[in-house]
């Protein structure tokens, strides 16, 4: 494959870095207001998930920040804690923390999520997104930017009554142009060759100018400041300096502290983790990133955070599927999207508080879409059950709770399925109904555990009288003592008194984990004359 030029990697990808950088802006600043935390913090970690994580990852697609899954953790030990500043020391402990999990080669644990519920994750997140999403593209903004679970917000049907009572129709038909721009510009082929000029920020033009057509105008359509991005505005160096916090050091002696940073460190690099195996999934050139090496980027990150007054982070399915969808095809973008928030935020914070929410929320309805489309249910469904079940379960449990708990009950039904899968396949039939057959040809799998005991203990006892059985283990390279035992009982004891003739092939008298031609001795019985 070529390579790709720095320069020409970086033309390439500004566009999905420009569009990643419209996601994330509003999505820092709710995950930071939805922790307790200053608003800098979330566009800190940002910045510093972009720059730093983005440069030492190798991860084509993932982009880091403030992650909406810690929220609940961070706003209970701020609470604790009683100080931000000793909050920042616990995420400095869980920096220290991860880069040891990269070094021993922790992020081998994600070779073991299964595709069907990586799936389901993603399409989970679309479902989360669009829901989240449709109140800010109504003009209803009461939900901050961030949460995962659709229900932290009370979702009942006085929320539903205040939700169809705050509708506004300024904030309805920027998202409707916005959302027909984004289309257009996806559809038609000459507008989407325009690399530099991609469809998100001509949306998101299109709206700040939408409305302040609508106020010049002194129209009721006008979109009113608390439905606008809201970003700090300096007026002076000192006051920048005064939005930046240090870390209280003193925090280290504190036990409290060291507990939330470990906790801190296992969630979020679970949760980095199953989003970087779900970046991979959506990387057009499925390039498979080192987890080991992400584990010691998102630690060097949550490092340099915490030292600056920042969140902790993770990798996030919201950006790096925005980043995706976007066209991204290296990790120049999500370099460029730091860039842009760190000079945003330094220069332009006016213009920025200019952009409706709402032309933001076409921005990721339409990326929730292309996460939870059809097709992909569709595709499960036709896979059959073993895969279909488990990844409709891991959609259901993440929109109802959350990314981690309900990941952990995908993996859990799948673990069941593969199970249950396993201890079927662990031998063929020849005879599909043991009452009708004369002739029984068992053939053993490759592998046969405990866990098969069961299932071939109930075919041999279905077996009727005067039956003729064979059993072939020629191509099985180990069986578990209790199935062994199981098998000799059945063809030296019942099957004499049952008149049953058993023959039995390839058989050894052990089945060790790392055999020796010295341990391997065919299992001899005798064939019982009819």
């Keep these: 494959m070529?390579?790709?030029?720095?320069?020409?990697?970086?033309?390439?990808?500004?566009?999905?870095?420009?569009?990643?950088?419209?996601?994330?802006?509003?999505?820092?600043?709710?995950?930071?207001?939805?922790?307790?935390?200053?608003?800098?913090?979330?566009?800190?970690?940002?910045?510093?998930?972009?720059?730093?994580?983005?440069?030492?990852?190798?991860?084509?697609?993932?982009v880091s920040g403030p992650a909406a899954g810690l929220t609940a953790i961070v706003l209970t030990a701020i609470t604790d804690l009683g100080a931000f500043e000793?909050?920042?020391?616990?995420?400095?402990?869980?920096?220290?923390?991860?880069?040891?999990?990269?070094?021993?080669?922790?992020?081998?644990?994600?070779?073991?999520?299964?595709?069907?519920?990586?799936?389901?994750?993603?399409?989970?997140?679309?479902?989360?997104?669009?829901?989240?999403?449709?109140?800010?593209?109504?003009?209803?903004?009461?939900?901050?930017?961030?949460?995962?679970?659709?229900?932290?917000?009370?979702?009942n049907f006085g929320y539903f009554a205040e939700l169809l009572g705050a509708i506004h129709p300024g904030a309805i038909i920027v998202t409707l142009v916005s959302i027909a721009i984004l289309i257009t510009w996806d559809k038609v082929h000459a507008l989407k060759r325009i690399k530099?000029?991609?469809?998100?920020?001509?949306?998101?033009?299109?709206?700040?100018?939408?409305?302040?057509?609508f106020k010049m105008t002194g129209s009721s359509l006008a979109i009113q400041t608390q439905h606008l991005v809201s970003l700090p505005v300096p007026q002076s160096f000192d006051d920048f300096k005064n939005l930046v916090i240090m870390p209280d050091f003193n925090g280290f002696t504190n036990p409290k502290v060291w507990i939330v940073g470990a906790t801190i460190a296992i969630?979020?690099?679970?949760?980095?983790?199953?989003?970087?195996?779900?970046?991979?999934?959506?990387?057009?050139?499925?390039?498979?990133?080192?987890?080991?090496?992400?584990?010691?980027?998102?630690?060097?990150?949550?490092l340099i955070s915490s030292f600056i007054g920042g969140l902790p982070m993770t990798s996030v399915v919201v950006r790096s599927s925005a980043n995706a969808n976007a066209g991204a095809t290296s990790k120049s973008s999500a370099i460029i999207h730091g860039i842009l928030l760190l000079i945003c935020v330094l220069s332009i914070p006016v213009i920025l508080n200019l952009i409706p929410l709402a032309t933001l929320a076409a921005v990721l309805l339409l990326v929730g879409y292309k996460l939870a489309k059809p097709a992909t249910f569709k595709h499960f469904w036709q896979l059959g059950k073993?895969?279909?079940?488990?990844?409709?379960?891991?959609?259901?449990?993440?929109?109802?709770?959350?990314?981690?708990?309900?990941?952990?009950?995908?993996?859990?039904?799948?673990?069941?399925?593969?199970?249950?899968?396993?201890?079927?396949?662990?031998?063929?039939?020849?005879?599909?109904?043991?009452?009708?057959?004369?002739e029984i040809n068992i053939k053993l799998a490759e592998e046969v555990s405990f866990l098969n005991k069961a299932a071939i203990k109930k075919t041999l006892k279905n077996i009727k009288p005067n039956s003729t059985v064979t059993i072939d283990a020629r191509g099985t390279s180990y069986i578990a003592t209790d199935v062994l035992e199981m098998i000799q009982d059945f063809a030296n004891i019942r099957a004499k008194e049952e008149d049953i003739t058993v023959e039995l092939l390839g058989f050894k008298t052990s089945y060790r984990d790392y055999e020796t031609d010295e341990d391997s001795h065919i299992l001899v019985t005798h064939r019982r004359a009819m």
């Design 386 to 438: 073993f895969q279909f079940i488990p990844f409709v379960a891991t959609v259901v449990a993440v929109v109802a709770t959350d990314l981690l708990k309900g990941v952990g009950i995908g993996l859990a039904i799948s673990v069941f399925y593969i199970l249950q899968g396993n201890m079927k396949r662990a031998y063929y039939l020849s005879k599909e109904k043991l009452n009708d057959a004369d």
């Design 86 to 155: 000793l909050f920042l020391c616990a995420g400095i402990i869980a920096g220290l923390i991860q880069l040891i999990l990269g070094f021993i080669r922790a992020g081998s644990i994600s070779n073991y999520f299964p595709n069907n519920v990586i799936e389901g994750m993603l399409a989970a997140i679309g479902i989360i997104i669009i829901l989240k999403q449709i109140p800010h593209a109504l003009g209803f903004d009461k939900d901050y930017e961030g949460h995962e679970s659709i229900f932290d917000n009370g979702l």
């Design 196 to 213: 530099m000029l991609p469809g998100a920020l001509v949306a998101v033009v299109a709206g700040i100018v939408l409305n302040q057509i």
């Design 2 to 62: 070529k390579k790709t030029s720095l320069i020409g990697g970086i033309k390439e990808n500004f566009p999905s870095g420009l569009v990643v950088f419209l996601v994330a802006l509003p999505l820092c600043l709710g995950i930071a207001l939805a922790s307790g935390a200053p608003p800098l913090s979330g566009i800190i970690s940002g910045i510093v998930g972009g720059l730093v994580v983005g440069t030492l990852s190798n991860s084509n697609i993932s």
């Design 267 to 302: 969630v979020a690099s679970i949760e980095t983790l199953l989003c970087i195996e779900a970046s991979d999934r959506l990387d057009q050139q499925r390039r498979v990133t080192d987890t080991n090496l992400e584990l010691k980027a998102q630690g060097i990150g949550n």
